[in-house]
């Protein structure tokens, strides 16, 4: 570029002379110049087409390509990327659905546990109640016929301390028990 600013600068001061287009008028529409027009027109012309056919066009090729280039390279980057993410996006689905299998899992397994612990406490509660009742029930009846037998006792005591108050005599204990017994054993039946 130096090299035809300096061409060009040495041509026109060598080619202007001071009394060129004051006295003909303009140099430009004087026909004596028009050769030298042309000729200084061509040159420049090439001039111009070989600095930018050399230099600046192969500069411009270079930048588009090299843009071309980055571009493609950005857009193979980026599918990479995607796929990738993808790749990751099933792996996030299958790692949650695996932990949504697992997390229904646990919570069966917890239940299942959960039942048997309460069937096993269940049983456990109705052995001791049923033992309960059967100690109640062995105590009701030892109960029972320990107040039968007090109850005889006091029914004799009574029935002979009546008698004797009533007949003023003595009556025979064992037919008393006896009678007493059976009259207590057939009304017992009735609660029994």
Known sequence: M????SL???IFVTEI????GAEAGMPQLNPEFWIAQVFWLVIIFIALYVVIWKLLLPKISDSIEN???HIIN???EAQKLKENAEKKLEKYKKVIQESKNQAKMILMNNNKKLEDDIGEKKEQFEKEIESELFK???QIKKFQKSSIEHINKIAVDLANEIIKSTLGSEINMSSLKAIVEEISKKESRKYL
Do not use: A, G, V
């Open 2 to 5: 130096r090299i035809l600013f």
């Open 8 to 10: 060009t600068s040495i």
């Open 17 to 20: 002379s001071p009394t060129m």
């Open 67 to 69: 843009r071309k280039k």
């Open 74 to 76: 950005d857009l193979n």
């Open 136 to 138: 109640s029930e062995k």
